[in-house]
Nanobody, 124 residues
Framework: QVQLVESGGGSVQAGGSLRLSCAAS????????MVWFRQVPGKGREGVALNWPGGDTLYNDDLVKGRFTISRDNAKNTVYLQMNNLKPEDTAMYYCAGRRSRTCTWRPNDYNDWGQGTQVTVSS
């Protein structure tokens, strides 16, 4: 059974940094897509960053332009999200998700497996 476990969330002041981790067990996504979403109460999940198995990345520039970096370590079955220059509007629950397909999308319903989420709170 696949399990994704996020960590690294917390509370920071605006301008600070956090590094989120998402460790996969029971399955590897070395040939699949990994993604970070975020969600605030009352709204749907919005995509933050995509990571193709070959290493290509794509960001939701409307949200995180130039501030976040997604990466993965296939040997550790872990995907990361480095978040710099955090803003109060980045406050959300952050989720990682994976799918076996090599195709990445921004649609949450396309992803088979989800972590439980890690809370990020940015104060002004």
């Amino acid at each position: 059974q696949v399990q994704l476990v996020e960590s690294g969330g917390g509370s920071v002041q605006a301008g600070g940094s956090l590094r989120l981790s998402c460790a996969a067990s029971g399955n590897t996504y070395s040939s699949g897509c990994m993604v970070w979403f975020r969600q605030v109460p009352g709204k749907g999940r919005e995509g933050v960053a995509l990571n193709w198995p070959g290493g290509d990345t794509l960001y939701n520039d409307d949200l995180v332009k130039g501030r976040f970096t997604i990466s993965r370590d296939n040997a550790k079955n872990t995907v990361y999200l480095q978040m710099n220059n955090l803003k109060p509007e980045d406050t959300a629950m952050y989720y990682c998700a994976g799918r076996r397909s090599r195709t990445c999308t921004w649609r949450p319903n396309d992803y088979n497996d989800w972590g439980q989420g890690t809370q990020v709170t940015v104060s002004s």
